[in-house]
Antibody
Framework: QVQLVQSGAEVKKPGSSVKVSCRAS????????IAWVRQAPGQGLQWMGG????????DYEQKFQDRVTITADKSTSTVFMELSSLTSGDTAVYYC?????????????????WGHGTLVTVSS | EIVLTQSPGTLSLSPGERATLSCRAS???????LAWYQQTPGQAPRLLIF???IRATGIPDRFSGSGSGTDFTLTISRLEPEDFAVYYC?????????FGQGTKVEVK
């Protein structure tokens, strides 16, 4: 059974950075791309970007291009999402999610398994 | 980017009734690359449908998806108590992948 286990809740100051992790286990965990999707309080879902761990290929939503970095550690099947220059508008639950297909070079783009979410609160 | 507009915003129905949810795209979605997710309070989204009409593993057959181009529909044939939730559509035919704003299905 595929599981995505995320790191714990964070409280950050405006202007700082946060790094959230997502460890995959079960199935062929390391062969699928992992994406990050966030959800502000009471709001909908927003795709931020993703990484294909086997190749290191990344794709980012342009709105976050300058502030987000998604990396993968193949040895531990862990993916990291770092978001910098935080503002109160970045307060949200951040989910990692597994891409729907296994590929070395392409994202499928839909998400069949999700982590439990990590609440990031940005407050002075 | 492709903007997805879901309607209605809220659907008030009783258990056993049929639910019809709409998702309209601002431009044609490539190759029916459209997914539907269900989210209950405090939980992560759950994949229901991908490829516009393919049920994900373990999803009951009361859930069905249809549509192509710019108009897509999720139908729940007979609502069970656990189906009252928020539903999101998502397109993955053109990066950036985008989600609709959601339709809440609530108990009437």
């Amino acid at each position: 059974q595929v599981q995505l286990v995320q790191s714990g809740a964070e409280v950050k100051k405006p202007g700082s950075s946060v790094k959230v992790s997502c460890r995959a286990s079960g199935g062929t965990a390391g062969t699928y791309a992992i994406a990050w999707v966030r959800q502000a309080p009471g709001q909908g879902l927003q795709w931020m970007g993703g990484v294909i761990p086997m190749s290191g290929i990344t794709d980012y939503e342009q709105k976050f291009q300058d502030r987000v970095t998604i990396t993968a550690d193949k040895s531990t099947s862990t993916v990291f999402m770092e978001l910098s220059s935080l503002t109160s508008g970045d307060t949200a639950v951040y989910y990692c999610a597994r891409d729907g297909g296994a590929s070395y070079s392409a994202f499928f783009g839909y998400f069949d398994f999700w982590g439990h979410g990590t609440l990031v609160t940005v407050s002075s | 980017e492709i903007v997805l507009t879901q309607s209605p915003g809220t659907l008030s129905l009783s258990p056993g009734e049929r639910a019809t949810l709409s998702c309209r795209a601002s431009q044609s979605v490539t190759s029916t690359y459209l997914a539907w997710y269900q989210q209950t309070p405090g939980q992560a989204p759950r994949l229901l449908i991908f490829g516009a009409s393919i049920r994900a593993t373990g999803i009951p057959d009361r859930f069905s998806g249809s549509g192509s181009g710019t108009d897509f529909t999720l139908t729940i044939s007979r609502l069970e108590p656990e189906d009252f939730a928020v539903y999101y559509c998502q397109q993955y035919g053109s990066s950036p992948w985008t989600f609709g704003q959601g339709t809440k299905v609530e108990v009437k």
